[in-house]
């Protein structure tokens, strides 16, 4: 998903672009209505995560003006007021959420999930969607190809577990130890990732 993250603290939102980022996001940041105008022109986000209270005016009338021009992009408001106007009101603009300060970064992602329920399988800041077959690592596309891609994913899905070395050879093309080693090494360099090899039973992902 492509977020674009609207808040005037850099502090804060430095923080939580580190965190999504890390969740598989892809994270624009804007600090002013005039920088997001600017990447909402250049881009089409999936969701955009508006505050309320900004140096120069507010989300509630920044959006708005995006709704005017028919910029539907689902939205999540972060905000600090708890005034049951700017509540109705950004609902109003068909806002899906709010997230009120102060908040924890885990809040934020399951709130994300809740609203975006996908097939998307994360490992740290790595993201894998089955769908498209696309890879991605702190939101950039890695492409590490097709026989190590489907070793890294059954590794995955039975991540803190051996995977043995009979069950791992149904991802290649053809099945040897050799084979299967240069598909992991792959793997690791690629992604930067640690795949352990439990002697006489396979290897193992480590679950974090």
Do not use: W
């Not at 509630?60 to 689902?74: G, I, K, N, Q, V």
């Not at 492409?143 to 991802?171: A, D, S, Y």
């Not at 598909?183 to 002697?199: C, G, M, S």
Request: aromatic content about 8%.
């Amino acid at each position: 998903m492509k977020l674009l993250l609207l808040e005037d603290d850099q502090i804060l939102s430095e923080t939580l672009e580190d965190f999504l980022l890390r969740a598989g996001y892809e994270v624009d940041l804007a600090l002013s209505e005039e920088e997001a105008e600017e990447l909402t022109f250049a881009r089409k986000y999936d969701l955009y995560l508006f505050d309320i209270n900004l140096p120069t005016g507010n989300g509630l009338d920044f959006l708005r003006a995006l709704r005017h021009a028919e910029d539907e992009t689902p939205t999540i408001f972060i905000t600090a007021l708890t005034d049951m106007n700017s509540m109705a009101r950004g609902f109003e603009l068909d806002a899906i959420d709010y997230i009120k300060k102060p908040f924890e970064p885990e809040e934020l992602l399951i709130r994300l999930k809740a609203k975006f329920k996908d097939d998307l399988l994360y490992y740290d800041d790595i993201q894998y969607d089955p769908k498209n077959n696309i890879l991605r690592k702190a939101g950039e596309v890695v492409h590490i190809g097709k026989v190590p891609c489907r070793v890294f994913v059954t590794l995955l899905k039975h991540r803190g577990n051996v995977v043995t070395q009979e069950i791992l050879f149904e991802c290649l093309e053809h099945p040897s130890g050799n084979a299967l080693r240069v598909a992991i090494n792959k793997v690791k360099q690629k992604l930067d990732i640690e795949i352990t090899n439990i002697r006489g039973e396979g290897y193992m992902l480590e679950a974090v």
